[in-house]
Nanobody
Framework: QVQLVESGGGLVQPGGSLRLSCAAS????????MRWYRQAPGSQRELVAA???????NYADSVKGRFTISRDNAKNTVYLQMNSLKPEDTAVYYC???????????????WGQGTQVTVSS
């Protein structure tokens, strides 16, 4: 059974910073791409950032230059460093991990439980 546990959300003032973490646990044979999504009230879930197993990254235009995604393969953990936060960054942030478990023919996507990020003065 794979679990993704997120941490690091909270309330921060505009211009502040937060660091989100998402750790995958369970019997995992390999991890491919790791992603962060977010969903604001009344909006669709959107991709924020992604990092592949070789370290290639991509970002939504709205967060380029402010957010940095990274991963620690030894810990099966992905991070999202968020700087210069704006009120429009307020959302529930979800990690998404594409990984392979024993007995599976193909990799599958797993989701974290979500963590609230609120940017407000």
């Amino acid at each position: 059974q794979v679990q993704l546990v997120e941490s690091g959300g909270g309330l921060v003032q505009p211009g502040g910073s937060l660091r989100l973490s998402c750790a995958a646990s369970g019997t995992i044979l390999g991890i491919n791409v790791m992603r962060w999504y977010r969903q604001a009230p009344g909006s669709q879930r959107e991709l924020v950032a992604a990092i592949r197993n070789r370290g290639n990254t991509n970002y939504a235009d709205s967060v380029k230059g402010r957010f940095t995604i990274s991963r620690d393969n030894a810990k099966n953990t992905v991070y999202l460093q968020m700087n210069s936060l704006k009120p429009e960054d307020t959302a529930v942030y979800y990690c998404n991990v594409n990984l392979v478990v024993p007995g599976a023919y193909f990799p599958n996507d797993y989701w974290g439980q979500g963590t609230q990020v609120t940017v407000s003065s």
